[in-house]
C-alpha cells in the first residue's frame, strides 16, 4: 500500500492513529506522508499502552522520589535503596485484554515480560506476586478463565525457578467479560550492577538477543489500547506464546552480562509491548541519539516477514542490548554458550533519525523524538457519575443482622473472603529457599540471603471502593497495601502500580481515573512511598460495560531484622487480643453489602490520612521493640472475619469482649489491625500506642470462637467455620452452573 492509498483508505484508523493524529504526523512532524512501515510505527508507539497520551497528565500527580529512590518511572523498573550497597526492584504489568482472550498464554506472558523488565535492571528476580480480578465464580467461563489463568502464571513461574509468593484474587460481576490479570515481580541487587535502557555512542552495536521473531503479537499494544467486543477469535493473533525454559536461560545469559562483563555494556532494555520498534526508539530517545537498523539480520522464524511485522512483531524471550564496539563478539560468545542467538543488527548514528533499512531499501526515516517525544497528549472531558450523586443525596445503607454466627459463616465462604489454596499450592513459593512468608498471609516476606534484612511484598486493590468514590477508594488502596506490610512488620518503602479503568474517552470514566490518582499521590505522599514504575490498562470493558474502577498497588517493605517478621495468625494460648484503630459505620461497598443486598452502593467516608499513618508507625515502633507477638490488618469482611482468620491453621480459639454492634463487627473501617500481645508485656504496649488500642479479650486452648459484643454473643466452633472456608471455593468451581 503506498503512502498515498494510506492516505485515502485510512487503515490507520483500524490500528488506532485517530485522523487529527495521522494529519499532525503529515503536516507538523514529517511534513510528508508516512509510508507503510513508519505508518504502522506511529500507531503502536502513539497508542495509549506505549505513549500514555491521556493517562499522563494525571500520572504527573504521583510523588515518584525521596532519599531512597535509585530509580523512578522511565525505565524497565523501579530501584529502592535497602542499604548495604543493595537494593530492590519491582514492578507491576497488566495483561488483561490477552488473558481474555486466550487467559493461559495472556498470563504466562505477563510473568514473563515483567520478569524480563526485572533483570534488565541488572537485578536478579526473586519473587512474583499476582492480581487477579474475575467474574462471578458461578459461571461456566469464569471457571475457565480461573483454571487457564493460574496455570499460566504458575507455569512460567515454576519454569523459570521464581517463586509466586503472593497476591489476591476477587470475585465481581463488572469482571465477567474482561479480567484483570496484573503481575508484579521483585527482583534484588547489588546497586553497583544497576543497568539503564539506553543507547548511545556513535558505533556502538545494537545486538538482538533471545527468541527468534515471528508473527505472533503484532499490534498487541493496540489491541490493549482498545474496548473489545465478544468476537475474540480475531483477536487471538495479537496474543503473545511463551517459552519460561528459553527465559531461564536468557535471564542467566543478561545477568551474567551485567554483573560480570558490565563493561562491555551500555545499555540493554526488553523487548515488551510494540517489539523491536518500542525498545530500540525508547533506548535512543533517553540518550538523544539516533540508530541505524539492518532488519535484515533480525533473527526470524518465519519466511517472508515484512519490515512492518519485524518491527511490530511481540514475540516473547527477547533483549536489545547497547554494545560497546569492539565487544560484539564477547557477547555473541557469552549468549551462545547459553545456546541464544546474539547478533548486531544496527548502530548508533550521529543525528537524532530513526533509520530502518530492508532488502536494500530504507523502509523508515523518522526523527526518534516523533515516535516518543512528540505524541498528541489528551486530556478528556470530566463529569461526576450520576451514581455518586445520589449516594451523596441518599442516606447511606445501615445492616440490620438477627443471626451474627451465620453471618459470620456466610461470609466466610463468599469468593473473595474464602481460601484461595486450592490456586496458591500451583504455585511453587519455596524455590530457591528464601520464602519465610508464603502465600496467605498479610503480606509475603522473603529474607534477603547473607544479611539479617528480609523484604515484605503485597499487592492490594478494591474497585469497589474506588466504584463508590475514586478518590476515598484510591486512599484506601494505598493503606490496605501498607497495612498488609505494617502487619508483617515491615516499613513501606515504595509503590508500584496498574491503573485498570475502562474508556477514558467516557468523561465518567476519565474523572474516575483522575479522582482516585489524586486519592492515591495524597496517600503515597502521606505515607512517603513514592511510586516507582507502573502500568495504565485502559479500555477494560466488554461491550460497552466498563469494569469498576480497579487501581492495583504493589508496594515492598524492608525489615531490618529477621527476628521482627510479624506472623499473622495467633501464636500462644493466654496472649492478649486488641484491635488497634478505632471502628466506624463503613458498609458501602464492604462483603457484608453484597451478601446481604447482592449489591454495592452508597457513600465512603473519608479516611484521616495522617491518623492512620501515625498509628501505623506507632504500631511498627511497638514491633520493633519485641511487644507484638501476631498482627493481621482488618480488611474484607471487618473485625469478625479478621479474628477468625487469624486462628485457622492453629490449635487456638479467641474469647472476645467488644463495645462493637453485632453490625460493626463486619465494618470495613480502614486502617485496622487485630494484634496479640504477651501478657506480661500488656502495659509497655498500650504505652507505646498511646490511645489506639483497646483489650479485647485472649487467646484460648479451645478451637471456639466466642464473641461477646453490644447487643448480644454467639459461639463459632473454628474447625466446623475454617472448613467452611476451605471448602468453598472447590465446591464453587466442581459445582455445575
Keep these: 500500500m503506498s503512502s498515498q492509498e494510506i492516505k485515502e483508505q485510512k487503515p490507520y484508523l483500524e490500528w488506532g492513529l485517530s ?100 533483570f534488565s535492571m541488572g ?22 478463565l480461573i483454571n487457564e489463568v493460574v496455570a499460566g502464571i504458575g507455569g512460567y513461574g515454576n519454569c523459570m525457578g521464581i517463586p509466586t509468593v503472593g497476591g489476591e484474587m476477587t470475585f465481581d460481576e463488572c469482571y465477567t467479560g474482561n479480567p484483570l490479570v496484573n503481575a508484579m515481580c521483585v527482583g534484588l541487587m547489588e546497586q553497583k550492577d544497576m543497568q539503564v535502557g539506553r543507547a548511545q555512542g556513535i558505533g556502538n552495536a545494537v545486538m538482538y538477543v533471545g527468541a527468534k521473531t515471528g508473527r505472533d503479537g503484532i499490534h498487541g499494544a493496540t489491541f490493549a489500547s482498545a474496548d473489545f467486543s465478544d468476537e475474540k477469535e480475531t483477536q487471538r493473533s495479537a496474543v503473545q506464546v511463551g517459552d519460561p525454559f528459553m527465559e531461564k536461560l536468557l535471564m542467566e545469559a543478561c545477568l551474567e552480562l551485567t554483573n560480570k562483563h558490565a563493561s562491555w555494556l551500555v545499555g540493554i532494555q526488553d523487548m515488551g509491548a510494540a517489539g523491536l520498534v518500542s525498545s530500540s526508539c525508547e533506548m535512543a530517545s533517553k540518550a538523544g541519539s539516533g540508530l541505524e537498523l539492518i532488519l535484515d539480520n533480525v533473527p526470524q522464524r518465519e519466511p517472508e516477514m515484512s519490515a512492518y511485522e519485524i518491527m511490530l512483531s511481540e514475540s516473547q524471550e527477547r533483549m536489545l542490548l547497547c554494545i560497546r564496539a569492539g565487544f560484539e563478539e564477547n557477547v555473541k560468545r557469552l549468549f551462545e554458550n547459553y545456546g541464544l542467538e546474539a547478533v548486531v ?14 532488502k536494500g531499501r530504507t523502509v523508515a526515516d523518522i526523527p526518534v523524538s516523533s515516535l516518543t517525544d512528540d505524541v498528541l497528549e489528551e486530556t ?20 440490620q443482622i438477627s443471626d451474627v454466627a451465620d453471618t459470620l459463616k456466610k461470609i466466610l465462604q463468599q469468593p473473595t473472603i474464602a481460601s484461595k489454596k486450592m490456586f496458591t499450592q500451583t504455585y511453587d513459593s519455596q524455590v530457591r529457599t528464601n520464602t519465610v512468608v508464603g502465600p ?25 471502593f474506588v466504584y463508590l468514590d475514586p478518590k476515598i477508594g484510591g486512599k484506601m488502596a494505598v493503606i490496605e497495601a501498607a497495612a498488609n506490610l505494617i502487619a508483617s512488620g515491615a516499613l513501606p518503602l515504595a509503590v508500584t502500580d ?26 503515597c505522599r502521606t505515607l512517603d512511598t513514592p511510586v516507582i514504575s507502573g502500568n495504565v490498562s485502559l479500555y477494560n470493558e466488554n461491550n460497552g460495560e466498563a469494569i469498576y474502577p480497579t487501581p492495583m498497588i504493589g508496594m515492598v517493605g524492608l525489615i531490618n531484622n529477621l527476628k521482627n517478621i510479624i506472623p499473622s495468625f495467633v501464636q500462644h494460648q493466654d496472649d492478649l487480643v486488641f484491635i488497634v484503630g478505632r471502628t466506624r459505620a463503613d458498609f458501602a461497598g464492604s462483603e457484608l453489602q453484597k451478601l446481604l443486598t447482592g449489591d454495592i452502593g452508597g457513600s465512603l467516608n473519608e479516611v484521616n490520612l495522617k491518623e492512620i499513618e501515625l498509628r501505623m508507625t506507632k504500631l511498627l515502633r511497638a514491633m520493633e521493640k519485641g511487644l507484638v507477638e501476631s498482627a493481621h490488618d482488618l ?29 460493626e463487627l463486619f465494618s470495613e473501617t480502614a486502617g485496622r489491625f487485630v494484634v496479640t500481645v504477651a501478657p506480661e508485656k500488656k502495659q509497655q504496649f498500650l504505652a507505646e500506642m498511646e490511645d489506639e488500642a483497646v483489650y479485647v479479650g485472649q487467646v484460648t486452648e479451645d478451637k471456639q470462637l466466642k464473641i461477646a459484643y453490644r447487643n448480644g454473643q454467639f459461639g463459632l466452633d473454628l474447625e466446623a467455620a475454617e472448613g467452611l472456608w476451605e471448602e468453598a471455593i472447590p465446591c464453587l468451581m466442581k459445582s455445575k452452573d
Excluded at 56 to 67: G, I
Excluded at 380 to 399: D, G, H, T
Aim: charged fraction near 25%.
Design 19 to 118: 485522523e487529527k493524529e495521522y494529519d499532525y504526523i503529515c503536516e507538523k512532524l514529517l511534513k510528508r506522508l508516512p509510508n507503510y512501515t513508519e505508518t504502522g510505527l506511529f500507531a503502536v508507539m502513539w497508542s495509549e499502552h506505549c505513549s500514555y497520551k491521556k493517562s499522563k497528565p494525571v500520572l504527573r500527580e504521583f510523588p515518584s522520589k525521596n532519599e531512597r529512590v535509585l530509580q523512578g518511572p522511565g525505565e524497565g523498573a523501579g530501584i529502592v535503596d535497602i542499604g548495604d550497597g543493595q537494593a530492590v526492584v519491582f514492578k507491576a504489568e497488566s495483561h488483561n485484554h490477552p488473558s481474555a482472550v486466550e487467559p493461559y498464554e495472556g498470563a504466562a506472558t505477563g510473568v514473563g515480560g515483567i520478569i524480563r523488565d526485572i
Design 440 to 464: 496467605g498471609s498479610d503480606a509475603a516476606v522473603l529474607r534477603v540471603r547473607g544479611t539479617k534484612k528480609a523484604l515484605a511484598m503485597t499487592t492490594d486493590g478494591n474497585g469497589r
Design 345 to 358: 543488527i544496527g548502530r548508533v548514528v550521529t543525528g537524532q533519525q530513526y533509520l530502518l533499512k530492508h
Design 123 to 144: 537485578a536478579r528476580p526473586i519473587a512474583a506476586l499476582d492480581s487477579l480480578h474475575f467474574g462471578e465464580i458461578n459461571q461456566a467461563r469464569t471457571k475457565y
Design 380 to 399: 478528556s472531558q470530566e463529569k461526576v457519575p450520576e451514581r455518586i450523586l445520589e449516594a451523596q443525596r441518599n442516606q447511606n445503607w445501615a445492616p
Design 498 to 523: 496498574c491503573l485498570n479503568y475502562g474508556d477514558p474517552n467516557d468523561p465518567e470514566i476519565y474523572w474516575e481515573l483522575h479522582q482516585s490518582v489524586l486519592g492515591m499521590a495524597e496517600a
Design 635 to 663: 480488611s474484607e469482611g471487618g473485625l469478625a472475619v479478621a479474628l477468625a482468620e487469624t486462628t485457622f491453621g492453629t490449635k487456638y480459639g479467641l474469647n472476645i469482649k467488644t463495645t462493637l454492634s453485632g453490625e
